[in-house]
């Protein structure tokens, strides 16, 4: 009791570091799913089983409040003794609920939660804006983040952050939804304000995955920082409630194919890993031009290719 206890204080009340968080989490035996990634094999919390919602968080220091109250809830919702709401387990009879409560591990490490550098943690050690990766993947924690969600293949993408992350402001909880084409969802979100143009879709994780259809739901869920840990844990779990009792219905449809040829103008080797870790088939010509097939049903896709942007993104040019 006394430990449970101490946890549930500081995870009110401070910052902690990823270490923390998994040693509370594996103490307390809360159930993981293993998922190999690119780089390297990682894990998220599981509730349930069937039809998946992947919530995901920590791409910042900022979301600190976020990570605690996850990790609160999957505590709450497997604990006998709960100090926080869980959710009824009937919710879950044909839904599994996956947390993935650190993105951006670099942010949640113990230097930076000490000196609670929040600018800093809004990149990974490299420098690189994690939120913002989902496309060109330089960061090792967004190439791990897109590599989980491929393999997991979730019907609903849940991604969790503060308006400062985001470079908003927010006074109450706001979303942003992003729809799957081929998909017909039902869902009715606790919201009160929604957000648009807050940035680049292609590159943020729940439009990013939405749009290369993998995915039938993409919300973004911007929580003020100014909330405490009790106010956002509210937050959270209606939406999380409301993602469980959603009508997700996908709509057959078949793939078609088409072939674009690319003159590649620097780093070529990183340049083909990227575009088929999006599910882009590559023929290496063994010169500066490629011949990439491409699927014109997938809506990032057909952005990068038939729209020109892959030009904007990588340092490519379109021949053909």
Known sequence: MSEY????????????????????????????????????ETEVYTVGQGESTLVASGFSLYDYKIVNSLTLYITSQYSSIRMLRALPSRLFTNKRLLLYPIVNKYSYNRYIVKTRNYKRSIIDEDGIEVIRDHLTLRSTHSKTFHSLVKNLRPHILIIMTTDKTLGIDLEEPAVDIVENKYSKIDIDLPVTKRVHNIGDLLQLPHAHHTLENDVSLGLLVAIPFNYNVRDTYTMIVKVIEQALKAKVEKKEHENVEDNAKLRILSDKDEIISVLRSHDIDIVDSGENEITIRYYRDNELHSRLIEDGEIEYYFNVEILS
């Open 5 to 40: 206890a101490n946890m549930y204080v500081a995870l009110t009340v401070e910052h902690v570091d990823e270490e923390y968080i998994s040693r509370a989490l594996t103490e307390l035996k809360i159930p993981k799913l293993k998922v190999p990634a690119q780089e390297i």
